[in-house]
């Protein structure tokens, strides 16, 4: 059985966000959209913060934790998993502590769960065979910081089930992470919009059908760096495991529709043409704004070029078997 | 009809001649074609869309190139330094001229012929990020020296600056000894300890963008007593950090680097507290520059002495920075470790300094040192009394501030309870003194409630009660 526990904090007093929020549902909506939680309602907690309400203080999360837990530990399913998200502030303690910061935080320094001490936790449960961890947050580091414990007995060990567990963190530690706007109007976490689209397939560099720990590591390794160069940053997520956490099946990429694995969508009206890897001419024809290519691209490096301005646009193709988009 | 296997010539040079690029050139279907440290790159390749991934220290720039025929590209590293050095995007030459001519005239006096051996300059990131006017930024600070009074107050009048591209200098010829670089706006406020030495030139750099960037500002001590475009070693003192960060990245350094390093007292000091620091790491142990001057900085001195004593004296002295603290740490653990101070942490929150402690700064002689610390944190008001706190938070704050012996840690340690400690800022106390605070902190029942229901050390309580009261209240009225 599948656990999930999904936080994001937009509503910081001193310093809010704008896509963490949008961030942990979309994540939510991945989990639910590929079948990963059978019972959302029991199974799946999903605590964003409001503008009218002080939730995400940490007690909820505290209770989300010991819940789940309970809930996971009664289960005598054969394999149970937890899925555990945060997006917002983060403050790098040590590099295996990333203090996740509530709302509150800075006005009330402390006021940050220590991501240590709850992964400890959930582990000791004693409730899970497999623990997967994503924190899209930064990792800048403060020592004054002292970041809670949690709320529940994290240290006692039940014994009965020895985790894989697999964490992702945004970010390099000791280094910022960064929101990017993926539509003029919309601001998402860089981490998080690319992470989706990699579960969602990208990952599955290999057509074999499923993303592993092992195949996003190498994905994230290989590419977020590049994706985060398109919005201008530099950012360098990573992906760490403990106890053979490389061989979880993270899920089954989905198969793209038979006629095309990409769609560009132009916001010009002019003249285009599209290179392919090889430098080969693929196509070329006159675009308005709206028109929209449908086509099968094998995986490598593009080019786009308006052919009255001269404007170039790189992209990349990761995945044959998967939809991907691009604007130009 | 063209044939795509063409091999075509591909030749990658940079605008700024930088050892120790890490390049990786991937071609269209992501194949590795090259990988390695170079300053430029020449290769037969296939026809294709290339990506060339560009590493250097930890920042990252990515280049796509289009081979579709034998091709020369020159490309700008973009790296962000602080220092305006050779070229990048960041330190174009009219931020490097200024900063050259404020490093060889004094700015505070034009008729003085020797050059100065104390430099500031600040600098927009680029001419385009920020929009106050560089002149706005000097008022924001001043030059203390020992005494605590100011020396220099920068203004208009003895520091240059320049509105249309965003830049600032200072310079002077003061005496040997310690001094405080103090910059502060509104609630921000940050001490840097300076130190001018004979035959050396200070220099402080700072980049600006809205704020200033303080975590990306350097000090260095120069023997040259200038600042010039073309001089390499500021791009070793970041290469140094780096290795500060992870010893491991020492394997980077080129022979060019070190040599960079034994030209410099400065730099090769930097390395010796680095190897003297990892006693026992293999990586750090081929450090050698044993056989080249160093300028005898405390921090070098403490870890030629040894790690503990390392532990035992960043508790009394201000070494290490918040600055070198984003270097210091790894994830193999084989770093320059130390205790976080309780010092910084109690001045930022009681008397409203953010002491940036530069671990590159030199502070002479540690026992001249000592009472200007002390100077600082006699004048600090452990816990600032509000209008709100009530009679008893007020007793517990003035008990505390008037201990006495605050500053010293009497011999009888092991009797301080807890609470005290963190009260103290883990400083420890007499067994009579923590017995008066304890009763009257138990007489506290709210702070004591709230600390224990939110999880947080009473001395976070005590900081700022008001918020924690407010937060302590809105919990349990939904419990």
């Known amino acids: ?328 | 009809m063209s044939s795509f296997n063409e091999m075509c010539d591909l030749e990658i040079r940079f605008n700024q001649n930088i050892d120790g690029l890490h390049l990786q050139l991937l071609d269209g279907n992501f194949n590795t074609v090259y990988e390695g440290v170079t300053n430029q790159l020449s290769v037969s390749v296939a026809k294709g869309v290339y990506l060339l991934k560009i590493n250097f220290l930890d920042y990252y720039q990515e280049e796509f190139i289009f081979v579709d025929e034998n091709k020369e590209v020159e490309l700008d590293i973009k790296y962000p330094a602080t220092a305006p050095v050779l070229g990048f995007i960041t330190t174009h030459e009219y931020f490097s001229y200024p900063a050259a001519d404020t490093s060889r005239q004094c700015t505070v006096d034009s008729s003085e012929t020797m050059p100065p051996n104390f430099c500031f300059f600040a600098a927009r990131y680029d001419m385009h990020i920020g929009t106050t006017a560089a002149e706005e930024w000097l008022q924001h600070y001043s030059v203390y020296n020992e005494d605590g009074t100011v020396f220099y107050q920068l203004d208009i009048l003895n520091s240059r600056y320049d509105n249309h591209f965003g830049s600032v200098g200072f310079s002077a010829r003061l005496n040997p000894g310690v001094y405080f670089l103090h910059y502060k706006n509104g609630d921000e406020s940050n001490i840097f300890p300076m130190y001018v030495f004979d035959g050396y030139q200070s220099q402080f750099f700072v980049r600006y963008r809205d704020a200033p960037d303080f975590l990306n500002s350097i000090v260095f001590y120069t023997q040259r007593m200038m600042f010039d475009i073309a001089f390499e070693e500021y791009l070793v003192l970041d290469k140094i950090q780096f290795a500060y960060k992870d010893i491991s990245n020492y394997a980077s350094f080129t022979e060019r680097d070190k040599a960079i390093i034994a030209q410099h007292p400065y730099l090769v000091a930097l390395m010796n507290t680095l190897k003297y620091s990892l006693r026992g790491n293999e990586l750090a142990m081929q450090i050698d520059f044993d056989h080249c001057p160093a300028l005898p900085i405390p921090d070098l001195l403490i870890a030629q002495t040894g790690r503990e004593m390392l532990f035992d004296l960043s508790e009394e002295l201000p070494l290490l920075s918040f600055t070198m603290n984003m270097y210091t740490h790894v994830s193999n653990r084989e770093a320059l470790l130390f205790k976080p101070g309780s010092l910084v942490d109690r001045v930022i929150d009681y008397a409203q300094y953010n002491l940036f402690w530069n671990n590159f700064s030199n502070i002479g002689k540690l026992e001249e040192w000592k009472p200007v610390y002390s100077e600082v944190l006699k004048n600090a008001s452990f816990f600032s009394e509000e209008k709100s706190d009530s009679p008893e938070m007020r007793m517990c704050k003035q008990l505390v501030n008037s201990l006495p012996n605050k500053h010293q840690a009497p011999e009888a340690a092991s009797a301080v309870d807890v609470g005290v400690n963190y009260l103290m800022g883990e400083k420890v106390v007499d067994k009579e003194s923590a017995d008066k605070i304890n009763e009257i902190i138990g007489q506290v029942s709210d702070v004591i409630s709230m600390s224990k229901e939110l999880g947080v050390p009473l001395t976070s309580v005590l900081r700022d009660f008001k918020s924690y009261r407010e937060l302590y209240n809105d919990l349990k009225s939904r419990l």
């Open chain 1, 1 to 328: 059985m599948d656990y999930a526990i999904v936080i994001g904090i937009d509503h910081y007093e001193k310093r809010p966000l704008t896509g963490a929020v949008a961030d942990a549902k979309s994540f939510a909506q991945w989990l639910t959209d590929n079948k990963l939680i059978q019972q959302p309602d029991d199974n799946l907690k999903l605590i964003v913060s409001d503008k009218d309400n002080r939730i995400t203080s940490g007690l909820e999360v505290d209770e989300a934790v010991a819940d789940i837990c309970k809930l996971a530990r009664n289960n005598a399913d054969p394999k149970n998993r937890l899925y555990f998200y945060f997006s917002g502030h983060g403050i790098g303690q040590t590099y295996d502590n990333t203090a996740l910061c509530m709302r509150q935080w800075p006005k009330l320094l402390n006021y940050c769960l220590s991501g240590y001490m709850y992964k400890q936790g959930i582990i000791n449960s004693g409730a899970f065979d497999e623990i997967l961890i994503f924190l899209d947050c930064c990792r800048e580091i403060d020592i004054l910081v002292e970041s809670r414990q949690p709320g529940f007995d994290w240290k006692t060990m039940i014994p009965g089930r020895t985790p894989r567990i697999m964490i992702c963190n945004s970010t390099a530690y000791g280094k910022l992470s960064y929101e990017v706007n993926i539509e003029p109007d919309q601001k998402r976490g860089a981490f998080t919009s690319f992470l989706i689209e990699a579960l969602n397939g990208d990952a599955d560099a290999n057509s074999t059908g499923v993303i592993t720990g092992q195949s996003l590591r190498e994905h994230v390794a290989n590419n977020f760096k590049t994706y985060a160069q398109r919005f201008n940053k530099i950012q360098d997520a990573k992906v760490d495991f403990q106890d053979m956490g490389d061989s979880i099946v993270i899920c089954q990429t989905q198969k793209a529709a038979p006629s095309h694995n990409f769609i560009i969508t132009f916001k010009r009206t002019s003249n285009v043409t599209l290179y392919a890897p090889t430098t080969e001419e693929l196509k070329t024809a006159d675009v308005n704004l709206g028109t929209t290519w449908e086509i099968n691209l094998e995986k490598g490096n593009y080019l786009l070029k308006d052919n009255n301005t001269g404007e170039l646009k790189y992209f990349q193709n990761f995945n044959t078997n998967t939809v991907s988009h691009e604007q130009f």
